[in-house]
């Protein structure tokens, strides 16, 4: 069965100081990850996704196959990135399962 | 680019009525439209799958008397709550997913259904 898990679900931190969001997920086939960010008041949007390895308001995530996660990190967290924060797995018809969700709060 | 709407945003009814929510792709074409349910500080859940011109697919437990959902054109899905009752009190969010290779979904911002 798949599964995402997201250990923590409230993550405070200090303004410039990193940040890493844990996800694991267990999926038989060859899964397709994403991050998915939701400001105060708006709506879900997609912040990452593993396959276009790319940077997005300077959060990262690798897909490690071997340990099964793909967390998010952020070597300065800034108090725009106080949100709610989503890890969902793609299945091959894409159905999104979403892990429990990680409210950050960056302090100033 | 890419944006989903909800209408309406909150509605209120009485127990055993029916509430009708549209999810409509405004500048894209959707073939597959998804229905999720969020209950307070909880995660979303998908709830089903809807395919253009084809029948829902619903998840387990999810069940389908209850939750009509008709997606008629390639621009409009819609999720029928029928005869309400308060447990289906929830946010209702819906995405939509482009006709295209990219396996990407944009959300809608959500209904708030309250039912007394």
């Known amino acids: 069965a798949q599964r995402v898990t997201q250990p923590e679900k409230l993550l405070s931190v200090f303004k410039g100081a990193p940040v890493e969001l844990k996800c694991n997920y267990s999926y038989s086939g060859s899964p397709e990850l994403f991050w998915y960010v939701q400001y105060s008041r708006q709506r879900l949007q997609l912040l990452l996704r593993h396959i276009s390895r790319e940077s997005i308001k300077g959060f990262t995530a690798d897909l490690n196959k071997g340990e099964t996660s793909f967390h998010l990190k952020k070597p300065f967290a800034q108090e725009e990135d106080s949100a709610m924060y989503y890890c969902?797995?793609?299945?091959?018809?894409?159905?999104?399962?979403f892990g429990a969700g990680t409210q950050v709060v960056v302090t100033p | 680019g890419a944006v989903v709407s909800q209408h309406p945003s909150r509605v209120i009814c009485k127990s055993g009525t029916s509430v009708k929510i549209e999810c409509r792709s405004l500048d894209f074409q959707a073939t597959t439209m998804f229905w999720y349910r969020q209950f307070p500080k909880q995660s979303l859940m998908l709830m089903a799958t809807?395919?253009?011109?084809?029948?829902?697919?619903?998840e387990q437990g999810v069940e389908k008397d209850k939750f009509l959902i008709n997606h008629a054109s390639l621009t409009l899905s819609t999720l029928t709550v029928t005869s309400a009752h308060p447990e289906d009190s929830s946010f209702y969010i819906c995405s939509a997913k482009p006709g295209s290779l990219v396996n990407e979904q944009f959300f809608g911002p959500g209904t708030r259904l309250t039912v007394l």
């Open positions: 969902a797995l793609s299945d091959s018809w894409g159905k999104l399962q």
């Open positions: 809807s395919n253009e011109g084809s029948k829902a697919t619903y």
